[in-house]
């Protein structure tokens, strides 16, 4: 009876690690469907511009399984969301993948927009003269240490209070604009600490790249000049054909002949040149007055499953 007993509960040990070894391929499909529809959904609340639903859906994804560009994405929604802190170290997770995932171009451009996030983030420093030494500074309910380095924000309203033992706290309450630096120094005046000075330098101006506008603007320019060239050269030799073709003979027939030709390529490049001078033109005022727009990309979120974003 005891050898049936042992021998039926290796059987059920069996049996149970067969079905949940079946059952392990089965659950993770399901894991993956979800983290496919969550990230689909994550896409279309982006092409609605509604990217706190775009951050939640992403990251129900996230929390299933990671590729570089879920991540890319789900730091793109933060950035738009005014995230900045959180998007520059979401673009950081997406290039370190990238580049353990061989993602080449992925990893460019996240460490692109990353270092782009970065200086765009506010920064606050914060002093303390002799008078306020030893006290406790905290800022939004953190502590922070007085001269430790500049203190990274969140764009927004931000809290800062600084006591000491026998002197009244202070509360310093502002809005952190991106790309801005506030310097508050603290000083203890008649027992109570006290800003003496606080400056907050302008934001830096907008870094604009015009030179797609500057190639297209050249291409326009040499082709414009190209069309009249040709243009003009044709028309002078039709002045030629039909003063020849006015009085025709044998002999002028050749030079007839030639002239009409040679008319015809310059009327046609002419044609051409005009249109890339057209094109070229327009395209060069666009991305001169145009805001920029996050190009459209392909990636991979799981092998073999491919996706765009727009």
């Known amino acids: ?71 890319f994405n789900l730091a793109s929604c933060r950035e738009r969301l005014g995230e900045l802190l959180r998007a520059r170290d979401t673009f950081e997770e997406a290039r370190a993948l990238a580049e353990a995932r061989g993602a080449a171009e992925i990893e460019a451009e996240a460490r692109a927009r990353r270092d782009g996030v970065a200086a765009r983030v506010p920064r606050l420093l914060l002093r303390a003269r002799a008078s306020a030494a030893g006290a406790a500074i905290r800022v939004d309910g953190a502590p922070v240490e ?20 026998g002197a009244g706290p202070f509360e310093l309450t502002f809005d952190a604009a ?6 508050v120094e603290i000083e203890l005046l008649e027992r109570r600490l006290v800003v003496v000075e606080e400056r907050r330098p302008s934001p830096p101006s907008k870094q604009v790249n015009y030179t797609p506008a500057v190639a297209l603007g050249g291409a326009a320019a040499v082709s414009g000049v190209v069309a009249v ?18 009085a025709p003979t044998a002999e002028n027939r050749a030079e007839r002949e030639e002239l009409a030709a040679r008319g015809n390529t310059l009327y046609v490049t002419s044609a051409i040149f005009t249109g890339v001078f057209v094109v070229a033109g ?29």
């Open 1 to 71: 009876m005891r050898h049936a007993r042992a021998a039926l509960v290796v059987a059920l040990v069996t049996c149970v690690g067969r079905l949940a070894r079946a059952q392990e391929p089965a659950a993770e499909e399901d894991a993956l469907s979800r983290a496919r529809a969550a990230f689909f959904e994550g896409v279309a609340a982006e092409d609605r511009r509604d990217y706190g639903a775009a951050v939640a859906a992403y990251e129900r994804a996230r929390a299933i399984t990671l590729s570089p560009q879920l991540l």
């Open 229 to 246: 060239v040709t243009g003009a050269l044709g028309y002078a030799g039709r002045d030629r054909y039909l003063e020849l073709n006015g």
């Open 146 to 165: 007085p001269g430790a380095g500049p203190v990274l924000l969140e764009p927004g309203t931000h809290r800062v209070v600084a006591e000491r033992e």
């Open 282 to 310: 327009a395209a060069a005022v666009y991305f001169t007055i145009a805001p920029p727009r996050r190009s459209n990309r392909a990636g991979e979120i799981l092998p073999g499953w491919r996706f765009a974003t727009r």
């Open 178 to 183: 991106p790309g801005t630096e506030r310097v």
